[in-house]
C-alpha cells in the first residue's frame, strides 16, 4: 500500500480520569496475574508461550482476552483453573494462590470456576440432562438437588425441551447452549470461555453472546473470554487485553481500544471492523501530490467525549476548501462515541500537516492516508 | 455317532470362548485403561508402569497361539492341575485373549477427544471420575467392537487347542475330518462356524451402533 503514514508525534490526549479504571482496586481482584510466565519444551529449544503477565480482573466484569493464534491466550485463561501449570509467577482467586493446591483443592476450586470451550466439550455418548447433570453427580449431590438445579438451567439456557437428545443431533448453538448450562451447574462466581463462539455462525455467536451477557448481568459473575475476533469484545466485554508472543502488549477499557489502539497488533485485530476507503479510491491514491490541485486524503478517529457525535460542520470549515465525507461512521461502545471519518480535502489554502494539526482539535488520530488528483 | 457327540462339542466350544473372553474383558479393560492412563500427558501418568505393562502386553502379543499354548503347558498344570480338556484350554486361551483384548481396547480409549477430558477437569472430576463417566462411556461403541473381534478370534484360537487335546468343534474336526477324511463332518463343522462368527459379528455390530450416539 503506497500511503504515506505521517503519524503525528502521540502528544498523550488527556486519560488522567481513566488512569483508575486501568489500574482498578488491585486488593479487590477477583483474579489475579502476577508476573505470570509459561515456557514449553520445545523442538527447538523451550517456548516462552507466556512472559511477564501482570493483571487483575475485577468482580463482575467481563473481561476480554485477544490475540492472534499463538499469541498465549489459551494458556493464559488455562491458567485461571490450572488446566495450564503456569512455569513462574504466581496466580490468585479472590486472594488465594492456586499454585499449591492438592487435588482435593483443585476440585473445589474448579467448581467454582465454570468454563465453556470452542468445540463445546460434550460427552457423546450421554443425554443433554445426563451432560449438565455430570458435574452435580461426580460432586455427589443428591438426586432430587440435581434434577431441580438441572432443570433450572436448562430452563435458563432455553433447551427444556431437548433434555433427552444427544449431542449429536444438537446444532452449534444448542450445543453451546448445553455447554453454558454445564459449566453454570455449581453455580460459578467466574465462567471462562475460550473461544466459545468461534466456531459458530454470526447469527448464533449474537445469541451465544447475548446469552453470555445476560448470565453476566443476572448471575454477577466474573466472565473471562479469549477470542481472536475484535466483535465479540465490542459485543460483550467491559476491559480487554491484547496479547502478542506471550505478552501483554496493550490494555484498557474496551472503548478505549476501540477508538485509539495504541499497538500494531491492536490495529490489525480491529482492521476488519473498520472504514476502509472505497477500493476505486484506494487505487488512485498516490502518495505525493500530482499538482496543487490534488486533494488531500484523511483517516480521522474520534474517541471519547470529545467526539460526542463530530460537529462536522465547524470541522469542515476548519479544514478550509471543499471537504467531502468518502466513508465513516460513528459506534457507542460503553457510552462512548467512536467515530471514524474519512474525508478528501481539496483547494483549501493549507498543506496537509497543517490539515492534520487543524483536525487534531477534533480527532484522537489524524492520519494522511495520501493524494488524490 | 458323531451327530450325538456334536452337540456336546459345541457346548465346549462355548465354555472355552465364553469363559476365556469373559475372563480377557474384565482383566483386558483396566488393563487398556491403565496403558492410556499411565502413558505420557494421561491423567495417572507413570511412565515405568506404562513401559512395563506395554511390553508385557507385546510379549505375549507376538508369540503364536499354538506356541504359546505349548510353553504355557506346566503353567497350565499348576492352575488347572491338568493339561487336558475344556478348563485346560481356557489357561492359554485367557493369556492370549486379554492382551489381544487389551490392545484394541487401549485404541478406542484414545480415540476418545482430549477436550472431553479436559471439561471433566474444567468441572471438577476427580481422575477416576474421568476414567469411569467419560473415557469408558465414551469409547464403549469401540470396545464392543474390539470385544467381537476378540470373540471370533477366540473361536479361531480354540480350534487349534481342541487339536491338541481341548475338545470342542476343532477337536471333532481333527478326529473325524483330518484323521478319517470324514467330509460330512467336515462341511458340518465349517456350516456351523460360519453361523457362530455370522450370529456374533452380526449382534456386536448391532450392539456397537445402538451404543454409538455420534
Not at chain 1, 230 to 245: G, K, S
Not at chain 1, 298 to 306: D, E, H, M, Y
Not at chain 2, 117 to 129: D, F, T, V
Amino acid at each position: 500500500m503506497s500511503v504515506v503514514n505521517l503519524q503525528r508525534p502521540r502528544e498523550e490526549t488527556p486519560r488522567s480520569a481513566e488512569q483508575t479504571e486501568l489500574h482498578p482496586d488491585l486488593n479487590r481482584a477477583h483474579v489475579r496475574f502476577i508476573g505470570l510466565g509459561k515456557t514449553y519444551e520445545g523442538r527447538e529449544g523451550p517456548v516462552h508461550a507466556l512472559q511477564g503477565i501482570d493483571l487483575a480482573i475485577q468482580c463482575g466484569e467481563v473481561f476480554g482476552i485477544i490475540g492472534r493464534s499463538g499469541a498465549g491466550k489459551s494458556s493464559l485463561i488455562r491458567t485461571i483453573n490450572r488446566l495450564e501449570q503456569p512455569s513462574s509467577g504466581r496466580v490468585l482467586i479472590d486472594q488465594v494462590d492456586i499454585g499449591e493446591f492438592d487435588e482435593n483443592r483443585l476440585v473445589e476450586l474448579r467448581r467454582r470456576i465454570g468454563m465453556i470451550f470452542q468445540h463445546f466439550n460434550l460427552m457423546s455418548a450421554k443425554t443433554v440432562w445426563q451432560n449438565v447433570e455430570l458435574p452435580l453427580k461426580v460432586a455427589g449431590v443428591p438426586k432430587l438437588q440435581r434434577e431441580q438445579k438441572v432443570r433450572e438451567l436448562l430452563d435458563l439456557v432455553g433447551l427444556r425441551d431437548k433434555y433427552k437428545a444427544y449431542p449429536a443431533q444438537l446444532s452449534g448453538g444448542q450445543k453451546q447452549r448445553v455447554g453454558i448450562a454445564r459449566a453454570l451447574v455449581h453455580d460459578p462466581a467466574i465462567l471462562l470461555c475460550d473461544e466459545a463462539t468461534s466456531a459458530l455462525d454470526p447469527e448464533t455467536t449474537q445469541s451465544i453472546l447475548g446469552l453470555l451477557r445476560e448470565i453476566n448481568q443476572r448471575l454477577g459473575l466474573t466472565i473471562v473470554l479469549i477470542t481472536h475476533e475484535m466483535a465479540v469484545i465490542r459485543e460483550i466485554c467491559d476491559r480487554v487485553v491484547v496479547l502478542e508472543h506471550g505478552r501483554v502488549v496493550e490494555q484498557g477499557p474496551v472503548w478505549q481500544v476501540f477508538g485509539d489502539p495504541q499497538h500494531e497488533v491492536s490495529r490489525t485485530l480491529l482492521a476488519p471492523l473498520q472504514h476502509a476507503l472505497p477500493a476505486e479510491l484506494q487505487e488512485r491514491l498516490q502518495a505525493r501530490p500530482e499538482s496543487s490541485e490534488s486533494a488531500v486524503v484523511l483517516r480521522l478517529q474520534l474517541t471519547g467525549s470529545a467526539a460526542d457525535e463530530p460537529d462536522l460542520a465547524a470541522l469542515f470549515s476548519a479544514l478550509g476548501g471543499r471537504v467531502r465525507l468518502l466513508q465513516g461512521g460513528v459506534e457507542r461502545i460503553q457510552g462512548h462515541a467512536l467515530g471514524q471519518l474519512l474525508l478528501s480535502v481539496s483547494g483549501s489554502s493549507l498543506g496537509a500537516e497543517e490539515l492534520r494539526q487543524r483536525a487534531g482539535r477534533w480527532a484522537q488520530q489524524v492520519e494522511v492516508l495520501g493524494y488524490v488528483a | 455317532m458323531w451327530l450325538e457327540r456334536l452337540w456336546q462339542v459345541v457346548i465346549y466350544t462355548f465354555l472355552m470362548v465364553g469363559v476365556s473372553s469373559l475372563i480377557a474383558l474384565l482383566l483386558g479393560i483396566p488393563l487398556a485403561v491403565i496403558l492410556v492412563t499411565s502413558d505420557k500427558g494421561g491423567i495417572y501418568e507413570a511412565p515405568v508402569v506404562n513401559r512395563v505393562l506395554g511390553a508385557f502386553v507385546n510379549l505375549f502379543r507376538s508369540i503364536p497361539f499354538l506356541i504359546l499354548m505349548v510353553a504355557l503347558i506346566p503353567f497350565t498344570r499348576l492352575i488347572v492341575g491338568t493339561t487336558y480338556g475344556v478348563w485346560a484350554a481356557v489357561v492359554p486361551l485367557t493369556i492370549a485373549a486379554t492382551p489381544f483384548f487389551a490392545r484394541i481396547a487401549e485404541v478406542s480409549l484414545r480415540e476418545v477427544d482430549h477436550g472431553l477430558i479436559e471439561a471433566a477437569q474444567a468441572m471438577g472430576c476427580r481422575r477416576w471420575h474421568i476414567v469411569w463417566h467419560v473415557l469408558l462411556p465414551e469409547s464403549l461403541p469401540g470396545i464392543v467392537g474390539g470385544f467381537t473381534i476378540t470373540l471370533v478370534t477366540m473361536i479361531n484360537s480354540s480350534a487349534m487347542a481342541g487339536a491338541i487335546g481341548a475338545g470342542g468343534l476343532g477337536d471333532i474336526a481333527y478326529r473325524y475330518g483330518y484323521q478319517r477324511f470324514d467330509s460330512q463332518v467336515m462341511l458340518t463343522v465349517i456350516v456351523l462356524l460360519v453361523i457362530l462368527v455370522a450370529v456374533i459379528q452380526l449382534g456386536g455390530d448391532r450392539l456397537a451402533r445402538v451404543l454409538n450416539k455420534r
